[in-house]
């Protein structure tokens, strides 16, 4: 089993519709959780974090905990073609590791005009 | 505005020379990593380092070496460039606590070995 695990997609969505991505992972201890936004042939850059159960709202993103279950979601409200990336989902696994970024490997999201 | 700066955008190499891939960070963090991205496999880390002059394996390290003698600066050297180190390489940076603010990466390095 994967420690962290997205659906590859591609997940297309029409202009305006909600996207909704996302990601499942193992370690029971882990604590902070990141959504990072790829365009294709350029670095991942960081949308949203998430530390607590519950959501996290920020513009037209919002992230989704519940640790219970070990998933972390990330909505996209009002979908642009702008939006078109691959979503990296990251996570501090629990213990002696707290530097180390354990991620996904990315859900491809296609927002057609 | 805080930056991971990597020397090159894109870089030829020949197989069998030694490259040299660098990492400026300008936002005092404790941790550097390299990475490496191909299509199908995500991100792999190749070194990380948490400290000056101290280095750690990650995932791929065959192959590579790294060099962090100042804080800011962080090198991944291939020994002897070969055709499959062709790939997208990243550097990235943190905090000595990652999981306040995460990463930040620098632009990228595509690199093709011939």
């Known amino acids: 089993q994967k420690e962290v695990e997205q659906n590859s997609g591609p997940l297309s969505v029409p202009e305006g519709a909600i996207a909704s991505l996302n990601c499942t992972y193992s370690?029971?201890?882990?604590?902070?959780f990141f959504w990072y936004r790829q365009y294709s042939g350029k670095s991942p850059e960081l949308i949203m974090s998430?530390?607590?159960?519950g959501d996290k709202e920020d513009g037209r993103f919002t992230a989704q905990l519940n640790k219970a279950s070990q998933y972390v979601s990330l909505l996209i409200r009002d979908s642009q073609p702008s939006d078109s990336a691959t979503y990296l989902c990251?996570?501090?696994?629990?213990?002696?590791?707290?530097?180390?970024?354990?991620f996904g490997s990315g859900t491809r999201l296609l927002v057609r005009p | 505005d805080v930056k991971v700066t990597q020397s090159s955008r894109y870089l030829v190499k020949r197989t069998g020379e030694k490259v040299f891939l660098e990492c400026v960070q300008d936002?005092?963090?404790?941790?550097m990593f390299w990475y490496r991205q191909d299509p199908g496999l995500g991100l792999r880390l190749i070194y990380f380092?948490?400290?000056?002059?101290?280095?750690e394996k990650g995932d791929i390290p065959e192959g590579y070496s790294v060099s962090r003698e100042k804080k800011e600066r962080f090198s991944l050297i291939l020994e002897s460039a070969s055709t499959n180190q062709t790939s997208m390489y990243l550097c990235?940076?943190?905090?000595?606590?990652?999981?306040?603010?995460?990463?930040?990466f620098g632009s990228g390095t595509r690199l093709t070995v011939v």
């Open positions: 990235a940076s943190s905090f000595s606590d990652t999981g306040v603010y995460g990463y930040t």
């Open positions: 370690d029971r201890g882990s604590q902070s």
């Open positions: 998430i530390y607590s159960n």
């Open positions: 990251a996570v501090i696994p629990g213990g002696k590791s707290s530097y180390k970024l354990i």
């Open positions: 936002m005092d963090h404790e941790n």
């Open positions: 380092s948490y400290d000056v002059k101290m280095k």
